[in-house]
């Protein structure tokens, strides 16, 4: 039983269409974050919610738009795609108490033609 | 802001043989979190072993072992008797215990692990 899923685990569109990216965790964990993972295989946070609360936006353009329904679920959406979007996007979550790490979804490649 | 370097952008290891990635970081607060991650051709991410700030004894998990240097803000990964299913991207991370950095990871650009048969 996966712990965090991600779907889809590929995505090819065209530029300027929006598409969604789906997270689903069943940690019972409190925190969930997107990262992005660009060609050079940098890693960086992009957004984090903790019980379905924004608490970092890490200056991503206002076109990803980021949905937390409830606890267990972190969507991004991402309005007219651009080249540079093309990317691998992650999931992650955790329990934010002292001793636990972040787990990581499959990751979801995206490719803007 | 806090800064992660890995100097190492690849690195090869006789299969059997140890091999040790570096890791360094910048900051200022006294109490963290540093994490190793693996990355295989999978593309998952995997952790390897995590170490808190505040224990001095530093952590083993298996084959893998850190040596934490705090004083010197190093954190690098020795992998003994490597393997060939070892062969992957390795990222060292951070994370603080506190405010809005508490809520999410800095990573190094990673180093790349090749393990020769």
């Known amino acids: 039983d996966t712990a965090v899923s991600q779907t889809p685990k590929y995505l090819v569109t065209q530029m300027g269409n929006d598409k969604s990216i789906k997270c689903e965790q069943n940690?019972?964990?409190?925190?969930m974050y997107w990262y992005k993972q660009d060609s050079k295989k940098f890693l960086k946070i992009m957004f984090s919610?903790?019980?379905?609360?924004?608490?970092i936006n890490e200056t991503v353009p206002n076109r990803f738009s980021p949905k937390s329904p409830d606890k267990a679920h972190l969507n991004l959406h991402i309005n007219s795609l651009e080249l540079g979007d093309s990317a691998v996007y992650f999931c992650?979550?955790?329990?934010?108490?002292?001793?636990?790490?972040?787990?990581f979804g499959q990751g979801t490649r995206l490719t803007v033609v | 802001a806090q800064t992660v370097t890995q100097s190492q952008p690849e690195m090869s290891v006789q299969e059997a043989e140890t091999v040790t990635l570096s890791c360094t970081y910048d900051t200022s607060e006294s109490d963290y979190y540093l994490f190793w991650y693996k990355q295989p051709p999978s593309r998952q991410m995997i952790l390897v072993i995590r170490q808190e700030a505040y224990k001095q004894q530093n952590a083993t998990e298996n084959r893998f072992s850190v040596n934490f240097q705090k004083a010197a803000k190093s954190f690098s990964l020795k992998i003994s008797d490597s393997q060939l299913g070892d062969a992957a991207m390795y990222f060292c991370?951070?994370?603080?215990?506190?405010?809005?950095?508490?809520?999410?990871?800095?990573f190094g650009k990673g180093t790349l692990l090749t393990v020769n048969p």
């Open positions: 992650a979550s955790s329990q934010l108490t002292r001793d636990t790490e972040a787990f």
């Open positions: 991370a951070y994370r603080s215990p506190r405010g809005g950095s508490n809520y999410k990871l800095t």
């Open positions: 919610y903790n019980n379905k609360e924004l608490i």
């Open positions: 940690l019972g964990h409190d925190t």
